[in-house]
């Protein structure tokens, strides 16, 4: 069950004033060091990969909805879930949900 709109709204305010309480320095270092223009690309190779796969995306995250659409083209053995009403924080709009499709797909896949 996704959270209530009252929820959702708090859980963005919350969200919003852990990013604005954070270190600039840190977060560009952080970025500079592990971010998705720093590190490798394994796309090529995600054919590769034997093991079940679970991809989730948020519904409004229409950039990682793509990316995970693109992904299941060249995943062999992958399982995709689209939380409704979703952004790109699952594990904080949609935690009960999220914490639900993770189990399942342990249950049956892990």
């Known amino acids: 069950m996704n959270l209530s709109a009252n929820s959702q709204f708090l859980v963005k305010k919350k969200i919003q004033a852990e990013r604005l309480g ?4 840190g977060l560009a270092k952080s970025l500079i060091g592990v971010g998705t223009g720093a590190l490798p690309s394994y796309w090529d190779q995600l054919g590769e990969i034997g093991l079940p ?3 989730l995306a948020g519904e409004k995250d229409l950039k990682f909805t793509r990316l995970a659409n693109e992904m299941l083209e060249k995943l062999p053995n992958r399982v995709y879930h689209e939380i409704a009403g979703a952004g790109h924080a699952l594990q904080l709009e949609a935690p009960e949900e999220t914490a639900r499709i993770i189990q399942r797909f342990c249950k049956d896949y892990l």
């Open 22 to 25: 954070q270190d600039a320095e």
């Open 53 to 55: 796969v679970l991809l």
